[in-house]
């Protein structure tokens, strides 16, 4: 069963407008990190949030996370055109047997129109 | 620096052919991952190996095997591929099997018909 689960699926807006996807999972996690693919292209890191980190930014991007609540959020501020892509999520397990393992999402397509 | 490559981009089978795809990265990472990616699925690990010499099953690695040739690179094949594993797969790298940040390949597209 998928780890991580994103909402909405799909997400369609104007550029220039705020983009919000978020990410829940199910079990306690060391980290959760947000990924970007572009149509029929290989997966890119955005950003990693520690489980000990309630908040991060990167230029247009800031992450929530709440542990309580097991969910965390993304979200592009002024987006563009070439936003345009799907966003996923991926955690950890905190177990000791599970280093090194990555759990995805199933992925927000994030379409921005001009 | 190329990052991760993969070999070949796309690839069509019938069933019961076998085949390998190659995964090599020159990022001096320790750790190498092969995934599918299926529609509305998002990605599956089939198999990891978080060090060289070192390789473990994932979530779906019935049908594949891997081999961790050296540091570089990371291959999986099918000895007899079947339809269900028509997909998208791709190879990542991180530095250590610390869930670091992973690193992908442009991935293979494969049709098993």
């Known amino acids: 069963s998928q780890q991580g689960e994103e909402d909405p699926q799909a997400l369609s807006i104007q550029e220039g407008e705020n983009a919000t996807m978020n990410c829940s999972y199910k079990t306690s996690i060391n980290n959760l990190q947000w990924y970007r693919q572009n149509s029929g292209r290989g997966l890119v890191h955005l950003i990693l949030i520690r489980s000990n980190e309630r908040e991060k930014h990167s230029g247009r991007l800031r992450v929530t996370l709440d542990t309580s609540k097991k969910s965390s959020s993304l979200l592009i501020t002024a987006s563009r055109a070439a936003d345009t892509a799907s966003y996923f999520c991926?955690?950890?397990?905190?177990?000791?047997?599970?280093?090194?393992?990555?759990?995805f999402g199933r992925g927000t397509q994030l379409t921005v129109w001009p | 620096n190329a990052g991760v490559t993969q070999t070949p981009k796309f690839q069509v089978l019938k069933t019961g052919q076998s085949m390998t795809l190659q995964c090599a990265q020159d990022?001096?990472?320790?750790?190498m991952y092969w995934y599918r990616q299926d529609p509305g699925m998002g990605l599956r690990l089939i198999y990891y190996s978080a060090s060289e010499g070192t390789t473990d099953k994932g979530e779906v690695p019935n049908g594949y095997n891997v081999s961790r040739l050296n540091k570089r690179e990371f291959s999986l094949r099918l000895e007899s591929a079947a339809p269900s594993q028509t997909s998208v797969y791709f190879c990542?790298?991180?530095?250590?099997?610390?869930?670091?940040?992973?690193?992908f390949g442009p991935g293979t597209r494969l049709t098993v018909l």
């Open positions: 991926a955690t950890d397990l905190d177990r000791g047997s599970t280093l090194g393992r990555l759990y």
């Open positions: 990542a790298s991180s530095i250590i099997a610390d869930t670091d940040t992973q690193y």
């Open positions: 990022m001096n990472h320790n750790s």
